[in-house]
């Protein structure tokens, strides 16, 4: 939620005039303490993630910049869903500068504003929140929906073992036979032996359904706004937001 929020003071205030986007007014946005966020901040400093550049006004105000590379990892999942929102409407292209970092920032800066001022968006899917709550619980929970997908389409199937899931999420075994035991004990899923999954709650796969479903109209409504928007920068005619 910090880098995310890291993404939105900084294109509010490239894009809209919002404040500048110190370290400071990051710990006033966030819920984690002062001292947490700093300390993350400066270990994406060092995995360079985020750059501090000086205002031309006031060499004293560090302005946090996120580098490419963070908005493409923490804005991946909104991508997906833009994607899949032109795909069932009919692709065409007109989302596709969203692979441009910028581009991707705005949207995720739109998106953030909405939570902020409305409140999120996953509380009212208590199985997938409660998956998000966890480290790697809501990548997990995608792997797992995959699998489900794949066998109903007969297509190759995700291993969803315990040292399969920890190598690709790099995370420890133990996390995630935690995750997963939680999810059989709930009567949520199963993964049975050589990491296949067994059993799936009817009633988990219509939650997730549905959370896919608002995820997509959010993005699909914001990405238009931003569309236009960033058309207008560019100084073209923008088509009409969806």
């Excluded at 790697?136 to 699998?147: D, E, K, S």
């Excluded at 997509?216 to 706004?225: D, N, S, V």
Aim: some cysteine; aromatic content about 8%.
């Amino acid at each position: 939620m910090i880098c995310y929020i890291l993404i939105h003071n900084y294109y509010f205030w490239r894009n809209a005039s919002g404040p500048a986007p110190t370290l400071t007014a990051l710990q006033h946005r966030v819920t984690a303490s002062p001292r947490q966020t700093a300390g993350l901040v400066a270990a994406l400093k060092v995995g360079r993630l985020v750059t501090a550049e000086s205002s031309d006004d006031d060499g004293r105000i560090k302005r946090l910049r996120p580098a490419p590379a963070m908005i493409a990892r923490i804005g991946r999942s909104v991508r997906a869903f833009v994607d899949a929102a032109e795909a069932l409407d009919g692709a065409d292209g007109t989302f596709a500068r969203f692979a441009e970092p910028d581009a991707l920032g705005d949207l995720m800066f739109r998106s953030a504003a909405h939570v902020l001022a409305h409140g999120t968006l996953i509380h009212p899917f208590p199985r997938i929140l409660a998956f998000a709550a966890r480290d790697c619980g809501y990548l997990v929970l995608c792997t797992v929906m995959r699998a489900h997908y794949a066998e109903m389409r007969a297509e190759a199937v995700p291993r969803l073992s315990q040292r399969a899931l920890a190598a690709r999420l790099q995370v420890s075994p133990a996390h995630i036979g935690n995750l997963l035991g939680e999810a059989d004990r709930g009567g949520w899923l199963t993964i049975g032996p050589r990491g296949r999954l067994t059993a799936i709650d009817p009633t988990l796969v219509a939650e997730f359904e549905h959370w896919a479903s608002c995820q997509m109209a959010h993005f699909r409504r914001l990405a238009g706004e931003s569309a236009s928007f960033l058309a207008r920068q560019d100084g073209l005619t923008p088509a009409p937001a969806p």
